[in-house]
C-alpha cells in the first residue's frame, strides 16, 4: 500500500445548487463549458450550459423545453459542430446545436414513453463509421438513429409481440473499431443485458445479473470490446471482460460491491480506460482500478478459449451529499476534471488529482 | 431509470442483518482479536463493534481495523467514507500546482473553444459511410421484431420484495462465484481489423492533434494490458495521423516487446529525424536502449567492433531478448562505455560535449542538423568511424564559419577516439582558423600532439587553452606532466626550446579578464568570493523559506560570478525541481556532473528530473529510466571507490527541506564510504545505517553479516527499515539469507521477520518482478519454516503468511 497521500484524491472544485431537478450533465468537448439537463418544478424541460469561470460555475445559456430532459450525448457530433442529442420524457429525441438552441437541427419522437438513455458514436473523433445515436427507453425499444436519416431509426430492436416489454433503464455504445462493426449494449430493469451486434443485426450475448442494471459502459467505444461495466440496483457493479468469449461460460467477469446503494452510473476516464468512477445512491463516489489478470485468457478442459477477469482496486471513495448522485461526465479535455449532478439539485465540479501516477 | 424508481428505492434503510451472524461478547477483546486470524470472523466482530450495538469501544475498533488491515490490507471491512479533499488536505505548493493547472487549462481550452467557433464549417459527408441500412440487404422490417427476447423473459424483483430486501446480505453474494448459465455465443471473428489508416481528410489541425492523441492513448492501454499487437496498430494508426516522437518512441517499445528489431530501430532513426534537438533524456534513453540492444545482437551475431555495421541485426538472434527497459537502459549504457575510451574525467567526455554542441547547432539547416545529429549520436554510442563519416558528410554541405568550426572539431574528437592523431590535429588546426583561441579544438589538438609525443607542442596548446579557461583541471595536469618530461628531456633549460608561445591577442585577454591571473585581478577575485558566499547564503535561506524562484535568482547570480561551483548548480536544480522546471534543473545537474562527475546530489536530482519530465511527457516510461539514472548512480559509486582519489568536500550545506530527499542522498553517499571501507555496520540505530549494511553484505554476498544485522533489528521496525531498499534481489538475499543462517537456530524470529517484512511499501511490486529462481527460494523457505517445530507459531500461521508471499 502506497502512502495515503500518493493516493488520488477527489477535490471539489465548485458546486453549485440549482432550483430544478437535474438528471444529467455532459461537458462540452474542447471547452470549460458544461450542460445541465433537468426538469424544473413546473414540468418543463432546462437545458442550461455553465462556464468554468476562474474557479466558478456561471451561467451562460439557459434555454426552457416543454419536456423534461432526461439524458444527452455529444458522441455522434463532430467536433466542428457540437451538436448535443438529448432524449426528453415525452420520448422525444432531439439535436440541438448549442449556439442556437431554440429550433432543434434534428428531431423525432423516438419512443413512445420516456427515453431513460441515449448515447453516441461515430463524432468526435471516436469510432469509425456512421454518426448514430442510440436510445433506450421505457417503452422496452432499443433505437438506433442516424441524424441523417429522418424519421425512422437505422435499427430497431424490440421484444417479439406478447412479450414483457421490459423498461431498458441505460444503453451504451461500443466495439466500432472500424466501419462496420458496432455494438449496442443495454441494460434492462430486470437485470438483463443484452450486447446487439449491429453489423450481423443480431443478439451477440445475453447475461441476467438478477437486479435492475442502471448503468453499462464499455471502457472505450472505439476499440475492440475490451471490458464493460454494468452496475446495479442493489449497490453491485460487474466487470466483464469482453475478449475472450467462452462457448458456455461467455465472458469472465469481477463484481464488487460499493456503495450499499444503487449504482448509478459508471463513467470511465478517457485517458485512461482501466479507470472508472461509480456513483452512488447514497451520493458516494467510488473511483476504481481494473488490473489485469498475468494472462488473459486460458485453455479449459475442452481445449476452449476462457477468459480471465482481473481484479478490481479501489483508489479512492467520497461522498459529496446525501441524495444519489444521478449523473457523472469526466471532461474529454482535461484528466481528472469531472462534473457531476445530484438529486439535492447540485451539481459539482471535481478534480481528481494524481491520476497519471496510478 | 426515472423518478419513480428513485423515490421507491429503499435502499437507505439501515442493515439489521448482524444478529444473524452474532459474535459472543467475550470475542470483543484486544486478546481475542489479536490471537483471530480468521478473517471473515474479524471482518464481523468489527461489523459488531462498529455497530455500537454491544457499547461503543473506539480504541477497540481502531485497534479491530489495525488487525485485519494487518492480515489483508485490501479488506472490503476497512473501506470508510471519506469526504471530498478541500485545499487544506494539501500542502500549500501541491494545492497551488492543482489550481494553476487548472487556470492555465481553463484558459487554454477557452482560447481553443473560440478558435474552433470561428473555423469554416464545411461539411465531409463524403467521409462519413452512408446511413446503416440504406445500402444494406437486411430490411429493417426483418430486424425489428428481432427474436431476441423470445426466451423466458428475467422478471423484476417485486415491490414486496423489496421490502423484505436485504443489501448486506445481498451484497456478500459477491465473494460467492455467480453461477448462471449463459446463451452460447456467437463467435464471429471474421473482419476483426482494424484498420491502420485513418481518413483524416477535411480534419482541421487540432482535431487531428487530438485524434493522434487518443490514439496513442488506446496504443498505451493496450500496452499496458498487454496485447502489443494491438499497441502496435494503434501507434501506428496515430503516427498516420500526426507523426509524434512519443507514438514512435512508444511503437519502439511495443516493438520490443514483439522482438522486432528491425522496426525498433527505424522508429528509433524516425524519433530523432522528426526532433533532432532532443534533448530529454527518456527519448534518448529509449532509442540509445533501442540500439544498444540491437547493436547487442550485431555482436553477439559475429559482427564485432565499434564500427560494425549496426543495421546488421540478426534476426534469429538470441532467445534471452532483453524483456524490459531497465534491461535496456543498462545495454546501452554498458555499451557504450565498452565501446568508448576511458574518458578519465577529461573535460571532452562525450556524453555532454555533444548535447551541448547540438544546442548550439540551431542555425544548420535540417538535413545537416540531421547529419550532425546522427554523428553525435553515433559518437554516443562508440560509432566513432561511422560518426566521422557523418561529419564529414555534414562539412562537404556546409560553409558557415561557427558551425563548421564545430563540425571540424567535433570530426577531431573522433579521429582522437580512433587514435588518428595526425588527421584530428589538422582538424583542429582547421577549427582553428575559423575560430581562433575556441577551446575544444585547442584542447583536442593537444592531447593528439601529446599523444605524438610532440610534447612542446602539446605544452604550448594546453598553456594557451588554460588561458582562456583556468579551471581545466585536466590541462593543469597535463601541463605538470609535460613540464616533468620536458625537463627530463632537455635539462633545466627546456623553456628556451620551446616554440614560440602564441601572444593571445589583446582582445582575448580582455574578454578573459576573469580568468587570467594577473595579481591585481586576486583583489577583485576577493571581493567577488566575498560576494559569491553571501549570494550564496541568502540563496539558502530562500530555500529554506521555500521561495524558490528567489532562490534560483540568486544561484544564476552566483554562477555569474563563478561559473565553476558545483554546488551551486545542484541547490538551483533542487529549486527548479521544486518549481517543476525539471528540463532546466536536468541541465543543471548535467552541469554539475561535468564539473564533478560523481556527485551523487546531481545524480539524484537528475533522476528527479528525469521523473518528472517522464510524469508528463510519457508516463509508461517512468520506472526504466529513473532506474537507469539510478544504477548509473551506483555504478559510479562503484567506479569512485578508489581511496586515493581525492574527494571534495560538498561545502555547501544541504537545504534539508525534504526529508525524503535528503535522505536518499545521505544514504545513497554513506552507502559509498560503506563500500569503500568494506566494513559493515552491524548495529544500525535507523534506515539508513541499515540500507547501507545490507547493501554491504549484498554486495560482498555475506548471508552471515546479514542474518547477524537481521538478528538484531526488531522485527516490527524491519519495513520501515527495508522500505526503500527493497527490490527483488535484497528480498532474495534476505530469504537466502534466512534459510540458510537463521532458520535453523531461530524459526522464531524468521517467522517474526516475515511477518512484518511483507507489510513493507512496494513489496507487493516487488513480489511481482521476482524470477522464478527467486520464487522457488521462497518457497522452499516456507516449506522448510513449515517443517520446523516452533511454539512461536503454528502451521496455520505460515500457511497464511506464505499465502502473502507466494
Keep these: 500500500m502506497s502512502a495515503p497521500l500518493d493516493k488520488p484524491q477527489v477535490v471539489s472544485h465548485s458546486q453549485k445548487s440549482l432550483n430544478y431537478s437535474l438528471f444529467d450533465s455532459k461537458w462540452i468537448p474542447c471547452s470549460a463549458k458544461f450542460v445541465c439537463l433537468g426538469s424544473s418544478c413546473r414540468g418543463t424541460g432546462l437545458m442550461q450550459i455553465y462556464e468554468l469561470q476562474h474557479g466558478d460555475i456561471k451561467l451562460v445559456k439557459e434555454t426552457e423545453k416543454t419536456k423534461p430532459i432526461k439524458c444527452g450525448t455529444f458522441g455522434a457530433s463532430s467536433l466542428q459542430q457540437r451538436h448535443l442529442a438529448t432524449g426528453d420524457f415525452d420520448g422525444n429525441l432531439h439535436v440541438w446545436n448549442l449556439e442556437a438552441p431554440d429550433v432543434p437541427v434534428y428531431s423525432v419522437k423516438a419512443h413512445k414513453e420516456i427515453v431513460n438513455a441515449v448515447d453516441g458514436v461515430g463524432g468526435l473523433g471516436i469510432g469509425d463509421g456512421a454518426p448514430e445515436i442510440v436510445t433506450g427507453s421505457r417503452d422496452g425499444t432499443v433505437k438506433v438513429w442516424d441524424p441523417r436519416q429522418k424519421d425512422t431509426p437505422v435499427a430497431n430492436m424490440e421484444p417479439v409481440e406478447g412479450e414483457t416489454k421490459r423498461d431498458c433503464w441505460t444503453v451504451a455504445f461500443g466495439h466500432a473499431f472500424n466501419d462496420q462493426d458496432r455494438c449496442v449494449c443495454a441494460g434492462y430493469d430486470n437485470g438483463d443485458i443484452k450486447l446487439f451486434d449491429l453489423r450481423n443485426m443480431s443478439v451477440r450475448w445475453e447475461k441476467n445479473i438478477k437486479n435492475g442494471v442502471c448503468s453499462v459502459e464499455f471502457d472505450r467505444k472505439d476499440i475492440q470490446m475490451n471490458k464493460l461495466v454494468a452496475t446495479s440496483l442493489e449497490g453491485k457493479f460487474h466487470v466483464f471482460d469482453m475478449r475472450t468469449e467462452h462457448p458456455t461460460k461467455g465472458f469472465a467477469s469481477v463484481s464488487e460491491k460499493a456503495h450499499k446503494s444503487t449504482v448509478w452510473q459508471v463513467r470511465h476516464l478517457p485517458q485512461n480506460r482501466d479507470i472508472f468512477m461509480t456513483a452512488g445512491g447514497a451520493g458516494n463516489l467510488h473511483l476504481w482500478k481494473y488490473e489485469y489478470p498475468a494472462k488473459r485468457s486460458e485453455m479449459d478442459g475442452d481445449g476452449e478459449e476462457r477468459g480471465v477477469a482481473g481484479t478490481l482496486n479501489l483508489l479512492q471513495n467520497v461522498t459529496l451529499s446525501t441524495q444519489p448522485i444521478s449523473s457523472l461526465d469526466w471532461s474529454p479535455d482535461k484528466q481528472g476534471l469531472c462534473v457531476c449532478s445530484s438529486f439535492d439539485q447540485c451539481v459539482r465540479v471535481l478534480i481528481v488529482t494524481k491520476l497519471n501516477r496510478v | ?806
Design chain 2, 1 to 806: 431509470m426515472s423518478l419513480d424508481t428513485i423515490s421507491s428505492s429503499p435502499l437507505h434503510t439501515q442493515p439489521a442483518s448482524l444478529t444473524t451472524h452474532s459474535v459472543p461478547v467475550e470475542h470483543l477483546d484486544y486478546k481475542y482479536i489479536e490471537k483471530c486470524s480468521d478473517l471473515k470472523y474479524l471482518e464481523k466482530i468489527l461489523g459488531v463493534l462498529r455497530s455500537g450495538k454491544e457499547g461503543i469501544y473506539p480504541h477497540l475498533t481502531e485497534f479491530c481495523e489495525k488487525h485485519i488491515e494487518k492480515l489483508d490490507p485490501r479488506s472490503r471491512a476497512l473501506r470508510k467514507e471519506n469526504f471530498p479533499a478541500t485545499s487544506a488536505s494539501f500542502s500549500k505548493d501541491e494545492w497551488d500546482q492543482i489550481t494553476n493547472e487548472l487556470q492555465t487549462w481553463e484558459n487554454e481550452i477557452k482560447i481553443n473553444d473560440v478558435e474552433l467557433n470561428k473555423q469554416l464549417f464545411f461539411c465531409n459527408d463524403v467521409n462519413i459511410p452512408p446511413v446503416r441500412g440504406s445500402n444494406c440487404s437486411i430490411q429493417k422490417v426483418t430486424y425489428s421484431g428481432d427474436k431476441a427476447y423470445s426466451k423466458t423473459c428475467h422478471l423484476p424483483r417485486s415491490y414486496q420484495d423489496w421490502d423484505k430486501f436485504d443489501v448486506e446480505k445481498e451484497c456478500a453474494k459477491i465473494d460467492e462465484t455467480l453461477t448462471t448459465k449463459e446463451s452460447a455465443a456467437i463467435i464471429d471473428d471474421s473482419l476483426l481489423k482494424i484498420q491502420s489508416k485513418i481518413d483524416t481528410t477535411g480534419l482541421t489541425e487540432q482535431e487531428k492533434v487530438v485524434l493522434a492523441n487518443r490514439e496513442k492513448d488506446k496504443g498505451n492501454e493496450a500496452f499496458r494490458a498487454g496485447d502489443y499487437e494491438e499497441a502496435v496498430t494503434y501507434y501506428t494508426r496515430s503516427v498516420y495521423i500526426m507523426p509524434m516522437t512519443t507514438a514512435y518512441n512508444n511503437r519502439a517499445q511495443a516493438e520490443i516487446k514483439l522482438q522486432r528489431w528491425y522496426d525498433v530501430l527505424s522508429d528509433c532513426e524516425r524519433v530523432l529525424q522528426l526532433e533532432p534537438h532532443n534533448t530529454k533524456e527518456n527519448r534518448q534513453a529509449a532509442v540509445r536502449g533501442g540500439m544498444g540492444n540491437a547493436q547487442k545482437k550485431a555482436h553477439s551475431g559475429g559482427a564485432r567492433g565499434p564500427t560494425a555495421n549496426k543495421y546488421k541485426v540478426k534476426a534469429e538472434g538470441e532467445p534471452a531478448a532483453v524483456a524490459n527497459r531497465k534491461n535496456l537502459a543498462n545495454g546501452s549504457s554498458s555499451s557504450g562505455s565498452s565501446t568508448a575510451q576511458p574518458a578519465n574525467g577529461r573535460p571532452d567526455s562525450p556524453g555532454e560535449e555533444r548535447t551541448e554542441s547540438t544546442c548550439a547547432s540551431g542555425a544548420l539547416p535540417p538535413p545537416l542538423a540531421r547529419l550532425k545529429n546522427e554523428g553525435n549520436q553515433l559518437f554516443k554510442n562508440g560509432q566513432f568511424g561511422d560518426a566521422l563519416e557523418k561529419y564529414t558528410q555534414a562539412i562537404t554541405g556546409f560553409t558557415e564559419a561557427e558551425d563548421l568550426c564545430i563540425l571540424y572539431s567535433n570530426r577531431a574528437a573522433c579521429y582522437l577516439k580512433d587514435g588518428n592523431s595526425s588527421d584530428c590535429i589538422a582538424d583542429c588546426s582547421r577549427a582553428l582558423e575559423l575560430q581562433p583561441f575556441s577551446l575544444k579544438p585547442l584542447l583536442r589538438r593537444a592531447m593528439a600532439y601529446e599523444s605524438l609525443e610532440r610534447y612542446r607542442k602539446a605544452y604550448v596548446d594546453y598553456k594557451t587553452a588554460l588561458q582562456i579557461d583556468s579551471s581545466i583541471q585536466a590541462a593543469h595536469d597535463s601541463v605538470n606532466r609535460i613540464t616533468r618530461l620536458l625537463i627530463e628531456q632537455d635539462g633545466a633549460e627546456w623553456r628556451q626550446k620551446l616554440p614560440e608561445i602564441p601572444a593571445v591577442p589583446v582582445s582575448l585577454r580582455q574578454h578573459h579578464t576573469a580568468a587570467t591571473s594577473s595579481t591585481h585581478l586576486h583583489k577583485e577575485n576577493d571581493t567577488q568570493e566575498a560576494r559569491f558566499t553571501s549570494l550564496k547564503t541568502e540563496g539558502n535561506e530562500l530555500v529554506k523559506k521555500g521561495q524558490y524562484q528567489e532562490a534560483v535568482g540568486k544561484y544564476s547570480e552566483c554562477l555569474k560570478l563563478k561559473s565553476d561551483e558545483c554546488a551551486i548548480f545542484t541547490n538551483r536544480a533542487l529549486c527548479f525541481i521544486k518549481l517543476k522546471r525539471f528540463a532546466e534543473a536536468k541541465q543543471d545537474c548535467n552541469s554539475a556532473l561535468n564539473l564533478e562527475s560523481s556527485n551523487k546530489k546531481a545524480f539524484y536530482r537528475r533522476a528527479l528530473a528525469n521523473k518528472g519530465l517522464k510524469v508528463r511527457v510519457l508516463p509508461l516510461e517512468v520506472n526504466p529510466t529513473i532506474q537507469y539514472s539510478v544504477t548509473a548512480l551506483l555504478k559510479q559509486q562503484r567506479a569512485t571507490g578508489s581511496p586515493s582519489q581525492p574527494r571534495r568536500d560538498i561545502t555547501i550545506t544541504e537545504v534539508e527541506d525534504d526529508d525524503e530527499e535528503g535522505d536518499a542522498v545521505k544514504s545513497s553517499s554513506d552507502g559509498e564510504q560503506k563500500s569503500t571501507s568494506q566494513t559493515i555496520n552491524l548495529q544500525p540505530s535507523n534506515a539508513y545505517e541499515f540500507g547501507q549494511a545490507l547493501n554491504a553484505a549484498r554486495s560482498l554476498n555475506d548471508t552471515a553479516a546479514c542474518a547477524q544485522l537481521l538478528r538484531t533489528v526488531p522485527p516490527d521496525s524491519l519495513p520501515q527499515y527495508v522500505s526503500t531498499q527493497l527490490d527483488g534481489h535484497t528480498l532474495s538475499f534476505i530469504m537466502k539469507t534466512l534459510d540458510t543462517h537463521l532458520l535453523a537456530s531461530e524459526p522464531g524470529v524468521v517467522y517474526q521477520l516475515l511477518d512484518h517484512l511483507h507489510t513493507t511499501e512496494r513489496f507487493s511490486m516487488v513480489l511481482m518482478m521476482l524470477n522464478p529462481d527467486e520464487r522457488r527460494q521462497m518457497t522452499q523457505l516456507f516449506e522448510h519454516l513449515c517443517s520446523v517445530d516452533c511454539e512461536d507459531f503454528s502451521q496455520n500461521d505460515i500457511k497464511n503468511l506464505a499465502n502473502k508471499y507466494i
